[in-house]
């Protein structure tokens, strides 16, 4: 959050002071560049401890296990594709494109986040911490009595290797930041995720499904050490509910024009997302598709990033 807007990746190049940008010397390891080239990447040789490699190479070679001889891609028996969850939740269904940059290139256009969400979150994540389940406005009465915890105790969440069932040869492994866990009194889990929006309901079920849906696969396969607490007799918990609670900025209200006090109102929306690990598995099986595409994705038609990387290529800049 907060960082300047910025291209991270190969790509990048310092541009010296009150100069043209340089002129790129193309790269000769053309085994491992072909791909940049028929995307109209830029090439910077990249020089470190004396050694002179193009560095979409080295990307290529580190992400998707390319030999420094071969450049081919990897056999899916080795195919191994990290997740995050707020990714599946967002950028896969907004811009495949995009994912696709990040996840085999590392290359991503960080915008600064609004720091309002994040005051929001942390005020909700106060609020709710210790609170029974059931007294959040909008729970579904089926759903099992519990505590809230928001600590940061249990705010990372990392998985082992899962595999993915219709693609039989990847796996996926999953890591991220929790926003609240349940610990329901009959020892299942709940995954609870804070949203401010305007959404409808059905949008932001279609919209964080897949999200929610990772840090239950997460919990239930989780790599992080020292985490007695997702085990009960020798097995992991199960979690058995998710959901998001929906907070929807309605008013501003302020006492009194020499007040600096300010009340920010709105209201609150349970949003019940049902387990389906097949229609979340399909999901991920999209993700790795992505990743493993040798070709880089069409843009998201809404995409602001990729508008803004077509329009310098139309200047020439």
């Not at 190049?13 to 790269?27: A, D, E, I, Y």
């Not at 072909?34 to 004396?50: I, N, P």
């Not at 999953?174 to 949008?203: C, Y």
Request: proline residues 5%; glycine residues 6%; positive net charge.
């Amino acid at each position: 959050m907060g960082d300047a807007v910025g291209f991270v990746g190969p790509t990048v190049v310092n541009r010296p002071s009150g100069r043209r940008w340089q002129t790129p010397r193309r790269c000769h390891d053309t085994a491992l560049c072909s791909w940049a080239l028929q995307h109209r990447q830029r090439h910077f040789l990249f020089a470190a401890k004396g050694r002179t490699r193009c560095a979409s190479a080295r990307q290529r070679t580190a992400l998707v296990g390319c030999s420094a001889s071969g450049g081919s891609a990897p056999a899916a028996a080795d195919l191994k594709v990290q997740l995050t969850p707020s990714d599946l939740g967002y950028m896969l269904k907004s811009c495949k494109r995009c994912y696709w940059l990040k996840n085999r290139h590392k290359i991503v256009l960080r915008t600064a986040f609004p720091e309002v969400f994040s005051k929001i979150d942390a005020a909700m994540k106060k609020e709710y911490h210790n609170q029974p389940i059931q007294e959040v406005a909008g729970v579904p009465s089926h759903w099992p009595s519990g505590v809230i915890d928001c600590s940061d105790a249990v705010e990372l969440v990392a998985s082992t290797e899962i595999e993915v069932p219709s693609r039989s040869r990847a796996s996926v492994t999953i890591s991220g930041k929790l926003d609240a866990l349940v610990r329901f009194d009959n020892g299942d889990l709940g995954v609870i995720d804070f949203k401010t929006s305007g959404h409808d309901v059905e949008k932001m079920r279609d919209m964080y499904a897949a999200q929610l849906h990772s840090y239950a696969m997460a919990l239930e396969n989780s790599a992080v050490a020292g985490r007695d607490d997702l085990v009960l007799d020798g097995r992991p918990r199960r979690v058995s509910h998710i959901g998001l609670v929906v907070f929807r900025p309605s008013s501003f209200r302020s006492p009194s024009a020499t007040d600096v006090a300010a009340d920010l109102g709105g209201s609150v929306d349970f949003v019940e997302i049902p387990r389906d690990d097949a229609a979340f598995f399909e999901v991920v099986a999209e993700a790795v598709d992505v990743v493993q595409s040798e070709a880089a994705p069409e843009p998201g038609r809404w995409c602001g990033a990729c508008r803004f990387v077509e329009a310098r290529r139309l200047i020439n800049l």
